[in-house]
């Protein structure tokens, strides 16, 4: 069975989300739930360096919050994507709208 652990830390202006596991319809309803109430206050990062799969649902996650963040004045980042990561979210033709980062310290510069 599919697994997602989920570590919250807190920064200076932003909650970050390390993910570890698989990001799909059977392990997102935690991430999910976060993303959604922390992205109207903060910023949101997602570490997702060790995401082993995401399907569509995961990459529904991230659009859902960047657009909530956008209508909140917060953003949500994707920090260090992993292959199956970015391969999912390429898929979907918006790479170019999504604030993929490599570190936290590139929070505070956007």
Wanted: proline content about 1%.
């Amino acid at each position: 069975m599919d697994q997602l652990t989920i570590k919250e830390k807190v920064g200076a202006n932003y909650i970050l989300l390390e993910l570890n596991g698989a990001v799909n319809a059977y392990t997102i309803s935690e991430l999910s739930e976060k993303v959604y109430n922390y992205i109207l206050d903060s910023n949101v990062v997602l570490d997702t360096s060790e995401v082993t799969q995401m399907d569509s649902s995961g990459v529904g996650v991230v659009i859902g919050g960047h657009n909530d963040g956008q209508g909140c004045g917060t953003k949500l980042f994707v920090l260090n994507p992993s292959d199956s990561v970015h391969r999912a979210l390429d898929k979907t033709g918006f790479m170019d709208t999504f604030n993929i980062i490599h570190s936290v310290t590139e929070v505070s510069d956007a």
